[in-house]
């Protein structure tokens, strides 16, 4: 008998194409024992809702919640994470498309390694459904580990969408705190601190880049585009997005969650010095001459060009804004 598995998804008024194409590459995956649940966040495009009863309608393995009022994203996850209970539970997005055998390649791994979270590769798909890059972890730089690794609690390792997870991780995430910003990177610290983390190398699924991706996905010259386009070009708008775009949100604000959930004494020793160098990174204007720290706590495998970029950001902001103003 196969293990069951509960994949959990969010919606919120999805365009309805790619949120078919997603639900029907779950449900035609070559591993069956699955439990698709869905979380409406009270979308305005009913039509939204309308498609999902249909799912639910047709196949019993599809259980449907549709919120009364719009919660947010983090709280939506931490809903369909209380409502999972599988041994097992799988995050996804509502617009990519999963190839037939992520699941079954998913769950084969996580047993074989005998560990508490994997994470996959994938293809970065466009609006058309066309591959524009066909290896997400060299793409962006993901961060390879197999065991367990510092880099699991100084920055967030493999996204939601690509993760399987056990139920101990599942059950240590809950309930969510006021700190908690990214599921994904959540679940990875508290895999690390348990039995550790694996990959897989191929590529799982199609995940699709567009204008209203939530996060991920568009690399850092594309973020830059659009922050330029609306704070304008200054040394003072990039320091501003320096510190509130890529120290807090993309690092910081992590760290400080982790603090929340660590269990591990050398993890939280470990966190308090984290953070005190984010913090420090957030002060500078010109130079911050702590680079050895930065290769102490953010260096690791698959990370050469992600490194480069990131030191010129946090150590050196007057070369970043040169390359800024382009």
């Not at 999963?98 to 996580?110: A, L, R």
């Not at 929340?260 to 470990?270: G, L, M, R």
């Amino acid at each position: 008998m196969e293990d069951k598995i509960d994949i959990i998804l969010t919606t919120y008024n999805t365009k309805i194409e790619y949120l078919k194409k997603q639900v029907d590459s779950i449900l035609g995956q070559t591993y069956k024992n699955i439990e698709l649940i869905i979380s409406d966040d009270n979308s305005s495009e009913k039509e939204v809702q309308k498609i999902l009863k249909e799912y639910e309608k047709k196949d019993n393995r599809v259980k449907l919640y549709i919120q009364e009022e719009n919660i947010g994203y983090i709280k939506n996850f931490e809903f369909l994470l209380q409502k999972a209970e599988a041994e097992y539970i799988m995050f996804c997005d509502h617009d990519d498309i999963w190839y037939k055998n992520k699941v079954e390649e998913s769950i084969k791994k996580i047993k074989s390694e005998n560990v508490d979270l994997v994470y996959c590769n994938s293809t970065q798909i466009n609006e058309k459904d066309e591959i524009i890059k066909k290896d997400y972890f060299k793409y962006k730089n993901v961060p390879l580990i197999k065991g367990k690794s510092k880099l699991a609690i100084s920055r967030c390792i493999g996204i939601g969408c690509s993760q399987i997870i056990t139920k101990q991780v599942r059950d240590k995430m809950l309930p969510f705190t006021e700190e908690v910003m990214a599921h994904d990177w959540l679940a990875a610290f508290i895999a690390n601190e348990n039995k550790g983390i694996a990959y897989i190398e191929e590529p799982l699924f199609g995940y699709r880049l567009h204008n209203t991706n939530v996060f991920g996905g568009r690399n850092l010259a594309q973020n830059l585009a659009r922050w330029k386009e609306e704070n304008g070009k200054t040394y003072q708008s990039y320091l501003k997005y320096r510190k509130e775009k890529v120290i807090d949100k993309a690092y910081l604000d992590g760290a400080r969650m982790c603090k929340q959930y660590a269990e591990d004494e050398d993890d939280k020793k470990f966190l308090e010095e984290i953070i005190k160098y984010y913090e420090s990174l957030r002060k500078s204007k010109c130079v911050n001459f702590h680079i050895f720290k930065y290769f102490r706590f953010l260096s690791g495998k698959n990370l050469t060009k992600k490194m480069i970029k990131e030191i010129v950001i946090f150590h050196l902001p007057i070369l970043g804004y040169i390359i800024f103003k382009k």
